[in-house]
């Protein structure tokens, strides 16, 4: 029985593992987030030996390090095109508003379309509008690699806790 326990244990969080991983492409869902909850209840569900307290602390720096670090790619992207702090803030709002009304593609189109509107309101410039547009489009796609690479790393992280636990 215990074994099936272990088994169905591991099961559950790697199905949470790969949800994470794989919803880290809609860039307003908080793979990493689900990620890290999901070691958490791992830990809580197998106990913190002490190689998993280590691992777990790293697991919660690289969430919190992707968590934080997407949204100021995107930013940084968006503003080296010419985007204003404002147009960015309304950008972000519009995507979490977007993903909330219609998941998960609300946001996507949200957040690009609030750039493009406002920064053509602000400028009267549809090429400078589509400058901010491509700044904010490399910023998400390199907040993208940088994610996915951060979810690898913590699935990996977590194989080795199960692995060596």
Known sequence: MENFLNISVFALVQIFMLVGLFGLVVPIFPGLVVMWL??????VASGFS???????VIITVLMLVGSLGDNLLMGMGAR????????IAVALVAGVIGTVLLPPIGG????????????????????????ALRGLAT????????RFILGVIIQLLWWLWVWQG
């Open 108 to 131: 996507l189109i949200a957040a690009p379309a609030a750039v493009l509107l406002l920064e053509y309101q602000r400028l009267g410039d549809w090429q400078k509008a589509m400058a």
């Open 80 to 87: 080296k095109g010419g985007a204003s702090w404002v147009t």
């Open 139 to 146: 910023g998400w796609g390199l907040s993208f690699v940088v």
């Open 50 to 56: 002490t190689l998993g307290i280590v691992l777990f």
């Open 38 to 43: 999901a070691a958490l209840g791992y830990g």
